[in-house]
C-alpha cells in the first residue's frame, strides 16, 4: 500500500512562470490537504479537499493560488505568476476520514519549489 | 488565535540519554495531538497521537503526554540514538479540517 505520493520532488521555476504540485493519496484516502513550510517556520494549513470538491480553502493566499482534485487523478496545487516568497516546500496529507478530531493525517514527502 | 510552540528550538544530547521535549498550545479545546518525526528533506512520520481524553500515549521508547488543562504535552525519548536526529513536530487537531503545528525541535544525539 504505497503512501502519499507527491512530484515533482524539487521544482525550480522564474519569476512570473507557473508551478503545478501533484499529489495521490493514500489508497482508499478521499481527504487531502495541502501545507505549507516556510524556511523556518511551521507547517502552515492551505487547503482541504475532497474529490471534486473544495471543503475549506482558508489559508490559501487570495491571489495566484489555485487548487483542485479531480474525480480522477491526482490533487493538484497551481501556482500563476510565482514569486520568490513562493519559494517553500508544499506537503501534502491525506486521511481517510471527514474530521480530523479522531482520525491521523498521514503525509507525503514534499514538493520543494525554489523560485530564481 | 490559536497558536503551537515549542521548545527548545534545538537540542543536542549525548547517545543513551533520556530527554523531553515540550509543546504547548494557547487553546485548550483541543480533539487530539500528534507529534511527528520530520527528516531532513523528508515529509513527516507520524509517532504518536493522543486523543483529548487521554492522558499518554506509548510507543517503544516513545512516551508523549498530555496535560489539556495547562496546553501542555511533551514528548519523552528514552535512551536516545543517533537515529533520533531529527525534527519532532508537535501539532494540534481542533476538529476541523487543519491540524496547527509548532515549528519543532530539531535533535542532535552525538554518538
Known amino acids: 500500500n504505497a503512501g502519499v505520493m507527491q512530484n515533482p520532488r524539487h521544482l525550480v521555476r522564474r519569476r512570473g512562470q507557473e508551478a503545478r504540485l501533484r499529489c495521490s493519496p493514500m489508497?482508499?484516502?478521499?481527504?487531502v490537504y495541502w501545507y505549507r513550510q516556510l524556511p523556518e517556520e511551521g507547517l502552515k494549513f492551505m487547503v482541504y479537499l475532497q474529490k471534486e470538491n473544495i471543503i475549506d480553502e482558508s489559508g490559501m493566499p487570495k491571489e495566484r493560488f489555485s487548487a483542485e482534485f479531480p474525480k480522477e487523478g491526482p490533487s493538484i496545487l497551481r501556482i500563476q505568476q510565482v514569486v520568490r516568497g513562493d519559494s517553500a516546500a508544499y506537503f501534502c496529507a491525506s486521511s481517510p476520514r471527514v474530521s480530523l478530531g479522531t482520525g491521523e493525517l498521514f503525509f507525503g514527502e514534499g514538493s520543494r519549489l525554489t523560485v530564481l | 488565535k490559536q497558536e503551537v510552540t515549542q521548545i527548545p528550538a534545538a537540542l543536542s544530547v549525548p547517545e543513551g540519554e533520556n530527554l523531553v521535549l515540550n509543546c504547548s498550545f494557547t487553546d485548550s479545546a483541543i480533539y487530539n495531538l500528534q507529534w511527528f518525526r520530520q527528516d531532513p528533506g523528508k515529509g513527516l512520520t507520524s509517532l504518536l497521537l493522543i486523543q483529548s481524553s487521554q492522558r499518554e500515549q506509548t510507543s517503544g521508547r516513545l512516551n508523549a503526554s498530555l496535560d489539556k488543562s495547562s496546553g501542555r504535552s511533551t514528548l519523552y525519548i528514552a535512551a536516545s540514538q543517533p537515529g533520533d536526529s531529527a525534527t519532532y513536530l508537535c501539532?494540534?487537531?481542533?476538529?476541523?479540517?487543519?491540524?496547527?503545528f509548532g515549528t519543532g525541535t530539531r535533535l542532535t544525539v552525538i554518538p
Open positions: 501539532a494540534v487537531s481542533y476538529g476541523a479540517n487543519n491540524l496547527f
Open positions: 489508497k482508499g484516502h478521499s481527504h
